[in-house]
């Protein structure tokens, strides 16, 4: 029987290189083929929030479809190459680790007998490239993306194939609608990373973190970029945290907790 610990990707573990290279490189493409300044990265952003809040979440995702579907209806009359793109841009300092204890954890909790997963929301073909120039697939067993499973964060289905052989014993990410919400439906510790909590804050082990009163602000801007409107009015159960760490190194004292409360 397996011990999986799954893991978010992007805001996680890894910086991709979309944002700062792609969608910018993009918007250079688009405004050179009309000839005017055109705030594509905006559209493109646009049109993944929309995606994002009609629940057609894989299809946020599909970066070569929106991406095409955009241009044609600009008029423009070429194609771009998303794959190409990540895997020209897949190189330091374009891409990197969010902390320095990431790789160092990984190896640790796989020493101590765990499977460790990515559960991802983008595609296997842009994460792929970039996990594996990080370092990070020689310590992942499973890599779980949308177009390998048919389903996406906050589905539990996701973690179908993992739970075939083993069970979860946490799940790790940054947002609170895709991987808290994940979390609480697997009935697994939700652990909350936040690379820049307040100070005050930092001295209280992850589990003191996730019921203090200083994590509301934090919890309710973390609604407020994910245009969680349901957060306007209350904080309710199922975006809460098990545990909060600031960097992944913390996430073998919630580990350690837990098990020692079955
Ligand atoms: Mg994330």
């Given at each position: 029987m397996?011990?999986?610990?799954?893991?978010?990707?992007d805001?996680?573990l890894?910086?991709?290189?979309?944002?700062g290279?792609?969608f910018?490189?993009?918007?250079?493409?688009?405004?050179?083929?009309?000839?005017?300044?055109h705030?594509f990265?905006?559209?493109?952003?646009?049109e993944?929030?929309r995606?994002?809040?009609?629940?057609?979440?894989?299809?946020?995702?599909?970066?070569?479809?929106?991406?095409?579907?955009l241009?044609?209806?600009?008029?423009?009359?070429?194609?771009?190459d998303?794959?190409?793109?990540?895997?020209?841009?897949?190189?330091?300092?374009?891409?990197?680790?969010?902390?320095?204890t990431v790789?160092?954890?990984?190896?640790?909790l796989?020493k101590?007998g765990?499977?460790?997963?990515?559960v991802?929301?983008?595609?296997y073909?842009?994460?792929?490239?970039?996990m594996?120039?990080?370092?990070?697939t020689?310590?992942?067993?499973?890599?779980?993306?949308p177009?390998?499973?048919?389903?996406?964060?906050?589905?539990?289905?996701?973690?179908?194939?993992?739970?075939?052989d083993?069970?979860?014993?946490?799940?790790?990410g940054?947002r609170?609608?895709?991987?808290?919400?994940f979390a609480?439906?697997l009935e697994?510790?939700?652990?909350?990373i936040?690379r820049?909590?307040?100070?005050?804050?930092?001295s209280?082990s992850?589990?003191?973190?996730?019921?203090?009163?200083?994590?509301?602000?934090?919890l309710?801007?973390?609604?407020?970029n994910?245009?969680?409107r349901?957060?306007?009015?209350?904080?309710?159960?199922?975006?809460?945290p098990a545990?909060?760490i600031?960097?992944?190194?913390e996430?073998?004292?919630?580990?350690?907790?837990?098990?020692?409360?079955?």
């Amino acid at each position: 029987m397996k011990r999986w610990i799954t893991f978010d990707l992007d805001g996680t573990l890894m910086q991709n290189p979309f944002s700062g290279w792609i969608f910018p490189e993009l918007e250079e493409i688009v405004s050179a083929e009309l000839k005017s300044s055109h705030a594509f990265k905006r559209q493109l952003m646009d049109e993944h929030e929309r995606l994002l809040s009609e629940e057609q979440i894989v299809a946020a995702y599909d970066w070569d479809e929106i991406c095409g579907r955009l241009i044609r209806e600009l008029g423009i009359n070429r194609t771009v190459d998303i794959l190409e793109m990540v895997n020209r841009h897949s190189v330091a300092p374009k891409i990197f680790l969010l902390d320095d204890t990431v790789l160092p954890t990984l190896e640790r909790l796989k020493k101590n007998g765990y499977s460790l997963a990515a559960v991802t929301n983008g595609f296997y073909k842009y994460q792929y490239p970039v996990m594996k120039k990080l370092g990070l697939t020689d310590w992942l067993d499973e890599i779980v993306t949308p177009d390998r499973v048919g389903c996406s964060k906050p589905d539990v289905r996701m973690a179908d194939g993992l739970l075939r052989d083993g069970k979860i014993a946490a799940h790790v990410g940054d947002r609170l609608d895709h991987d808290m919400i994940f979390a609480r439906g697997l009935e697994v510790p939700g652990v909350l990373i936040h690379r820049g909590l307040p100070p005050s804050m930092m001295s209280l082990s992850p589990k003191e973190r996730a019921c203090c009163p200083e994590l509301e602000p934090v919890l309710h801007e973390l609604a407020a970029n994910e245009k969680q409107r349901e957060v306007f009015a209350s904080l309710t159960e199922k975006f809460r945290p098990a545990y909060v760490i600031g960097e992944l190194q913390e996430l073998l004292e919630c580990l350690d907790s837990s098990e020692d409360t079955p």
